[in-house]
């Protein structure tokens, strides 16, 4: 059992679903994580990583937020860093220095399938977004799933188990996925399990 204090992590990265993707990373459900954050909240990030042996790599290039009424917003435009607008940069975590570096390669370069499957997405959510996804349709989110362990439609309000958009409501892959880490943050952030499953209505 790691000495990870749930709450602690929610300080860190300002957001219980970073705090969830990070516990999935240390207890081995996902092998990479990506996240956005501001430049103010580098250092903080930084350090945790250091602290609790993870590498993390950056992008080369920041997001700025398209759509600015919406709370969680999927549409972002990819500027230079040196770029004078408050934008988010993206960076990739792992306890293994390669697939952190890897990552942000294959995102550098625009390879999205390989970058899908370093993050642990499903190869059939993969095909499915990269079928659905272009300029027109930023948000391949299948809204009639409102509900229940593949739904999306939290995280407005930082309730969600997935980070990738799953292929059908019915995706047995996505549906695993979401189970296993329901299982784990049954057993170390209880209180999160138990806000989760009635914010999804599991
Ligand atoms: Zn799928």
Same mark, same amino acid.
Request: charged share 25%.
């Given at each position: 059992?790691?000495?990870?204090?749930?709450?602690?992590?929610?300080?860190?990265? =300002? !957001?219980?679903?970073?705090?969830?993707?990070?516990?999935?990373?240390?207890?081995?459900?996902?092998?990479?994580?990506? @996240?956005?954050?501001?430049? %103010?909240?580098?250092?903080?990030? @930084?350090?945790?990583?250091?602290?609790?042996?993870?590498?993390?790599?950056?992008?080369?290039? =920041?997001? &700025?937020? @398209?759509?600015?009424? %919406?709370?969680?917003?999927? +549409?972002?435009?990819?500027?230079?860093? *040196?770029?004078?607008?408050?934008?988010? @940069?993206?960076?990739?975590?792992?306890?293994?220095?390669?697939?952190?570096?890897? #990552?942000?390669?294959?995102?550098?370069? *625009?390879?999205?399938?390989?970058?899908? /499957?370093?993050?642990?997405?499903? $190869?059939?959510?993969?095909?499915?977004?990269?079928?659905?996804?272009?300029?027109?349709?930023?948000?391949?989110?299948?809204?009639?799933?409102?509900?229940?362990?593949?739904?999306? !439609?939290?995280?407005?309000?930082?309730?969600?188990?997935?980070?990738?958009?799953?292929?059908?409501?019915?995706?047995?892959? !996505?549906?695993?996925?979401? +189970?296993?880490?329901? /299982?784990?943050? /049954?057993? &170390? #952030?209880?209180?999160?399990? $138990?806000?989760?499953?009635?914010?999804?209505?599991?």
């Amino acid at each position: 059992m790691l000495n990870i204090n749930y709450n602690d992590l929610t300080t860190t990265f =300002k !957001s219980k679903l970073k705090a969830d993707e990070i516990l999935y990373l240390l207890y081995g459900l996902k092998t990479v994580v990506r @996240q956005g954050f501001y430049n %103010s909240e580098k250092d903080n990030i @930084q350090k945790f990583c250091q602290k609790n042996d993870l590498f993390i790599s950056w992008s080369d290039f =920041k997001i &700025i937020i @398209q759509d600015k009424d %919406s709370n969680f917003s999927n +549409k972002g435009l990819k500027v230079p860093l *040196n770029n004078q607008e408050q934008g988010m @940069q993206f960076c990739y975590i792992s306890k293994n220095e390669r697939l952190a570096l890897l #990552a942000q390669l294959f995102e550098k370069q *625009n390879k999205h399938a390989r970058l899908g /499957e370093l993050l642990g997405y499903p $190869i059939c959510c993969i095909a499915y977004f990269q079928n659905s996804f272009n300029d027109q349709n930023t948000n391949p989110e299948i809204t009639q799933i409102k509900t229940g362990i593949l739904s999306l !439609s939290q995280r407005n309000v930082d309730v969600c188990l997935l980070s990738h958009f799953p292929c059908s409501s019915d995706c047995f892959e !996505s549906k695993v996925i979401a +189970k296993e880490r329901l /299982e784990l943050l /049954e057993q &170390i #952030a209880a209180d999160r399990e $138990i806000e989760v499953k009635k914010i999804l209505k599991i």
